[in-house]
């Protein structure tokens, strides 16, 4: 179905909330006062993706060394994360990736080899989404390696699924398991798969948007507690959620400091959507094709509050800039790098 276009002097649902902390902050100071000048977008800021009028997906994401990686992934593990994390994005707003061009900084001493096998991993993950490297840049950095991928593609069925389209009475569900990549950051899983190799379901958050009872949807890269409490916020609804009904990862340890690493630190690149409970049997029979699984956690609700049963979330295990106010019924405190 086609989507709708935005009001050229609109601020973006997914925008009007309060920004939630210091990250936030300095998105809403580069947006201050933008000139509002060419043609209205369909999606503009608030989601990760931006839909031109034409279904253009068009979107932007960074690796930085020292911030979202380290010695844990190889040279080939970074080039493959790199794609893979700005795949996500389009696809959980519905659409398939095709086109990518990346701006490379490098330390004048870089180790021999390190681009060379950086471009393995690069290159495979391009083979497996079927995306084409069409350009970029490459630069002298004076610390950190840092890859930055802007990546495009088109609306696999014509819409956007926005954050801000959630409505009350809605099922919160999301695919794969919570926590794989905390497991691998604290050591409880040796082989860190996830966090080296993250595989979104990126093919399957395209069609999900040929379901018309699918509403709203993100992918899940800086936590349930982070990503959930901005969904609300866009749509202007709350959320309860069964930590019980949870999809943990196994190697996870028991408790509250699983519960955490869960729910609090990130990298999970899992769909979370909001969808009418007819749509559900759709949902999961789709998922089930792709070879996912869609777990139901929740559900929306007209109030704002964002609780996991009945309360609060567990603490942030990272954040952008430390001392960060906290999203809703969480309590800040920067951590580990995700």
């Not at 860190?192 to 069609?207: E, I, K, M, N, Q």
């Not at 999809?247 to 519960?259: I, Q, R, V, Y």
């Not at 792709?290 to 929740?298: A, R």
Request: charge should be negative.
């Amino acid at each position: 179905m086609p989507d709708r276009p935005m009001p050229a002097d609109a601020e973006p649902p997914s925008w009007r909330s309060p920004p939630a902390d210091r990250e936030d902050l300095h998105i809403a100071a580069l947006l201050r006062g933008r000139p509002r000048v060419g043609p209205a977008p369909l999606l503009d800021v608030g989601d990760d993706i931006a839909i031109l009028a034409d279904g253009t997906a068009i979107g932007a994401d960074m690796l930085v060394e020292g911030v979202h990686f380290d010695a844990r992934l190889s040279p080939a593990d970074v080039g493959f994360k790199a794609v893979m994390v700005n795949a996500s994005d389009l696809g959980a707003t519905g659409a398939r990736p095709a086109w990518m061009t990346l701006s490379l900084a490098l330390p004048r001493g870089v180790a021999p080899g390190w681009v060379d096998n950086f471009a393995l991993g690069l290159h495979e993950a391009c083979a497996a989404l079927g995306v084409r490297l069409v350009g970029g840049d490459t630069t002298a950095s004076p610390g950190p390696v840092v890859a930055s991928i802007s990546m495009g593609g088109r609306l696999a069925h014509g819409r956007a699924l926005r954050r801000s389209d959630g409505q009350a009475g809605d099922l919160l569900a999301l695919t794969g398991q919570l926590g794989a990549a905390a497991a691998g950051f604290y050591g409880a899983d040796p082989e860190a798969a996830w966090l080296r190799r993250p595989r979104p379901p990126v093919g399957l958050g395209a069609d999900l948007a040929g379901i018309d009872g699918v509403h709203a949807m993100m992918d899940l890269s800086d936590g349930l507690a982070r990503d959930l409490s901005r969904l609300c916020a866009a749509s202007g609804l709350g959320a309860r959620v069964s930590a019980a009904a949870l999809p943990l990862a196994p190697s996870l340890p028991a408790g509250s400091t699983g519960l955490a690493w869960a729910t609090a630190f990130g990298e999970d690149y899992g769909l979370l959507l909001s969808l009418a409970p007819d749509a559900l049997p759709a949902a999961q029979a789709l998922a089930a094709a792709h070879g996912e699984h869609l777990t139901v956690i929740g559900a929306l609700v007209d109030d704002p509050e964002v609780l996991l049963d009945g309360g609060a979330w567990p603490a942030p295990l990272f954040a952008h800039f430390p001392g960060s106010a906290a999203p809703p019924s969480a309590a800040a405190s920067a951590g580990a790098p995700c």
